[in-house]
């Protein structure tokens, strides 16, 4: 199953080498991983829907409980033939949209980056790794909605998707944290059995919102909606795959994936059933207002996202199998509808919606798969959608005292839906045909025979309800905690309630359709609310916040080195002075186990004390810093006399090289002693000798504590035994510690690096600077 | 003084595992010894006796150091930064040991490291 997830990512590397071979013709092979994933997962459909569950386990990081565990169940099952199906068929019409673009090869790269990461996502029973996998979904998305990185809207657009959704990443972690510590694993197998624990336990609360906040924000749900509209900047294929049929489905999966774990209590229900519900009504209300297809769409997916969440919030078996239903329903009829505005827009070269018409006449194909997905996102008898609708009614009715009020909600939405799709579906196809289309004709099968098989698939399905009951939605239902639903989906269910309900939403989507024209005059009237909407609000809190930075920069970074350091000093001196003096009354100093100074030690210090007094008297720099390196050497001496030669050496040879160092800049410096007046003078000297103190009570106060010679007794018994070595310093740099060390060299290397840049590129200037 | 200080901090390197010494001071040491050249000679010179940039040194070192560290992986399957010993005496060197070729690695990274930071500072001025 490992493979299965990494072919992905390999044939992503692999285009890295051999992409300007997949570029020409050959591109359409490409569509061939998919493909060889979606049979491969359809394979398990016999084993998964007797129950079973697949697992396979690797280790990866043991000792931090990062393990790459696998488990394939309904659930899992379900999303992998999304992801790789629909994948399939987006991979094979890319190859067509794109056709001939300079980067094809790197879309390709970046979709099936994506779709290895999403099936890891879905497929991982180990928490932490679902958030890694959760993560490289969000990256593979920015890269995908960036694509046409010449365009500043789709950058922005990109940024923005990312902070959302890598915010919600974020979140998750902490949730997986949180819920590892109270579980004691981050096995979501295992959890499962915990449940009770950890609905008890005190951290639930913030545990399940932690997880919402996640769902949330990759599922675009009110009030985080608004970068998926935004994201309809990628090209067509992203917004098909990843914005509407499998990334943005991902917090649903979470939420799915935990309703076992954390489900079944008051806060979880409630803000599920809130938060999609007004998800749900708000995007549906929005459709009306839009004239770009992909804004219709984008919003209508949104909606069904609401309903989606909506659902889970509900809890029972009806609702829960809704919910199932309803995944494969969407993606089938919204990745229909995408693909069919992604020909419009390639052949016409519009999306706006209020100049289409007509063009069945040229494109008849793709007229009927959109006329298909319509009717299907419309719940019309005999489609698919018909069937999930049906069980969306049925799971509000049953839910007692709220059943009026769930079911107006659920009606509502559901017409509006149905508007969306008949704008994206029907409407570009009828009427007459503007003359500037005439010479519009079909593109090539690659692109529109995966709509009509998507579209086809919707009718199929929907008349023989009982080819995804058992093999998919049954199993789903199961890994969500439902043992044994007696529930089967039917497309006939007799004259009762749900079917007056159906008819009544049909009639007035059809009212609402024939009555209600999107108009630019109705986009811009809506506009005018703009200020409130939340993407303005996170706008403008991300603008205030840079203008905070900046402020805040200019006064902490204000290029004065000399600001560095005594603000560094002045933290440090603070800190710890509070923290010594806080904790205990005085500071035990044993004066008696000090040893006694000799008189060579005494020489040093004299030496010593008689350069720092140059150096604070220093009129000239050079003085200054010869009498620096002085302090230096004696403090190398003192390291000699208390037989740490190892320190010394190295001090020693420092020291040499900061006074050559300061030598060779000396010259290119300002004058000294012109830089600072009497009273910063008076700050520095009261500052560096506060400095002195606390340092010295910090020596003093360590000699005071017992010593712990457990770990030096440790290095020092096995330095030879172990690593063959006498010095026990150098032992522990380059074996014991040896990683520390190749991570030190490696931060040296960086540093030295950045020096040389800095520097060179400043003198690459002034070079131009002269020439000009 | 150059091939003195050369050969000295070489010394410094190999008597590490021993002796006060090591990969680090014996690389400043190194350092030193250039700088000095080139105080003496002019940077021109020094640079040319060197041949190649000095930046150089860090991704040779950290390779070397690298390596050294995985060795044992590949070739004793054990845990990263196992010591791995040849099992005779050598003569000079003492014994031969990944942790030596560890150590080498940091001697040219602080050489590289040192070089390049001085070098660029003494041309920007």
């Known amino acids: ?772 | 003084m150059l091939p003195l200080l050369l050969v000295f901090s070489v010394f410094i390197l190999l008597r590490g595992h021993y002796l006060p010494g090591g990969g680090f001071v014996g690389g400043l040491i190194a350092s030193i010894a250039f700088v000095l050249h080139a105080f003496a000679n002019g940077l021109g010179d020094t640079r040319q006796l060197i041949r190649f940039h000095p930046g150089f040194l860090m991704p040779t070192g950290l390779t070397v150091s690298f390596l050294s560290g995985v060795s044992p992986i590949i070739f004793a399957g054990k845990p990263l930064m196992t010591g791995l010993w040849y099992p005779h005496h050598l003569p000079i060197v003492g014994n031969l040991g990944s942790a030596l070729f560890f150590d080498i690695g940091v001697y040219l990274v602080v050489l590289g490291v040192t070089l390049t930071i001085i070098f660029t500072i003494s041309e920007s001025v």
């Open chain 1, 1 to 772: 199953m490992l493979s299965a997830i990494l072919l992905g990512f390999i044939f992503s590397i692999f285009l890295v080498f051999a992409g300007k071979f997949f570029k020409g013709k050959l591109a359409v092979l490409s569509s061939l991983v998919p493909l060889v994933l979606f049979l491969y997962f359809l394979s398990f459909i016999p084993q998964v829907a007797n129950g079973e569950v697949i697992r396979a386990n690797y280790e990866w990081v043991p000792s931090l409980g990062l393990n790459l565990d696998f488990a394939l169940d309904g659930l899992s099952l379900l999303f992998s033939l999304l992801i790789t199906g629909i994948g399939f068929l987006v991979f094979a019409y890319t190859a067509a949209y794109l056709k001939g673009h300079d980067y094809l090869d790197r879309f390709y790269g970046y979709l099936s980056m994506f779709m290895g990461a999403m099936l890891g996502l879905v497929l991982s029973d180990n928490l932490l790794s679902m958030f890694i996998f959760w993560e490289l979904t969000s990256i593979s998305s920015f890269f995908l909605i960036g694509f046409n990185n010449t365009s500043e809207a789709s950058r922005k657009s990109a940024v923005l998707a990312l902070a959302i959704t890598g915010s919600g990443g974020f979140l998750l972690l902490a949730g997986a944290l949180l819920l590892g510590g109270v579980a004691g694993t981050y096995s979501i197998s295992e959890m499962v059995g915990l449940s009770d624990s950890i609905i008890q336990s005190e951290s639930y609360l913030w545990i399940v919102l932690l997880i919402f906040g996640a769902a949330f924000t990759k599922s675009a749900q009110f009030p985080f909606h608004f970068w998926l509209p935004g994201a309809m900047k990628a090209p067509t294929p992203v917004s098909t795959y990843l914005h509407s049929a499998t990334m943005v489905k991902a917090g649903i999966y979470l939420l799915l994936r935990f309703t076992p774990v954390l489900g079944g209590e008051d806060i979880w229900n409630t803000t599920l059933i809130t938060v999609g519900g007004i998800t749900m009504f708000y995007a549906a209300v929005h459709t009306l207002f839009r004239t770009d297809l992909k804004g219709v769409l984008a919003y209508s997916t949104i909606a069904v996202l609401g309903l989606l969440v909506f659902l889970i919030g509900l809890g029972t078996e009806y609702a829960l199998t809704a919910a199932a239903v309803y995944i494969i329903v969407h993606a089938l009829y919204k990745a229909t509808l995408f693909l069919v505005t992604g020909i419009i827009d390639h052949e016409t070269g519009t999306r706006d919606v209020t100049r289409l018409a007509g063009l069945r006449k040229v494109m008849f194909p793709v007229a009927i798969a959109g006329f298909l997905a319509a009717l299907s996102s419309a719940g019309m008898p005999p489609f698919v959608g018909f069937v999930g609708k049906d069980l969306v009614y049925e799971s509000t009715l049953h839910m007692g005292s709220w059943a009026i009020v769930l079911t107006v909600l659920a009606i509502a939405t559901n017409i509006l839906v149905l508007y969306a799709g008949f704008v994206a579906g029907i409407k570009p196809f009828t009427g007459t045909l503007p003359e500037s289309f005439s010479k519009v004709h079909l593109p090539s099968f690659l692109m529109w025979l995966p709509p009509v098989i998507l579209a086809v698939l919707g009718l199929i399905v929907g008349i023989f309800p009982g080819l995804i009951d058992g093999p998919l939605v049954q199993p789903v239902v199961n890994a969500v905690g439902i043992d044994d639903s007696e529930l089967h989906l039917k497309l006939w269910h007799g004259f009762n309630t749900v079917l007056g309900l159906s008819a009544l939403t049909l009639g007035v989507g059809f009212l609402l359709y024939f009555l209600v024209k999107p108009s630019k005059a109705k986009e811009k009237g809506v506009a005018r609310f703009d200020f409130i909407a939340p993407l303005t609000l996170v706008n403008n809190f991300g603008n205030s916040f840079r203008t905070f930075s900046n402020w805040w920069t200019r006064i902490f970074q204000n290029g004065f080195l000399r600001n560095y350091v005594s603000t560094i000093i002045l933290f440090l001196v603070v800190l710890v002075g509070y923290s010594l003096f806080s904790d205990h009354d005085g500071i035990p100093i044993d004066f008696s186990s000090f040893s006694r100074m000799t008189y060579y030690e005494m020489i040093i210090m004299g030496i010593m004390f008689l350069a720092i007094l140059f150096v604070v008297g220093a009129r000239s720099r050079l003085t200054a810093v010869v009498a620096m390196g002085v302090v230096g050497y004696a403090i190398c001496l003192m390291f000699v006399i208390y037989s740490a030669p190892d320190l010394a050496m190295t001090q020693f040879s420092i020291d040499t090289l900061t006074v050559i160092l300061f030598v060779l800049v000396l010259s290119s410096l300002p004058k000294y002693l012109s830089i600072s007046d009497y009273k910063m003078k008076a700050i520095d000297g009261v500052l560096s000798v506060s400095f002195g103190i606390l340092i010295t009570l910090i020596a003093l106060e360590v000699l005071g504590e017992p010593v712990n010679k457990e770990v030096s007794n440790f290095y020092a018994d096995n330095a030879y035994v172990m690593a063959k070595g006498k010095n026990v310093v150098n032992v522990i740099l380059v074996d014991f510690r040896g990683v520390d060390t190749l991570m030190e060299i490696s931060v040296l290397t960086i540093a030295a690096i950045g020096v040389f840049s800095l520097l060179k590129l400043r003198l690459k200037r002034d070079d131009r600077e002269l020439k000009d």
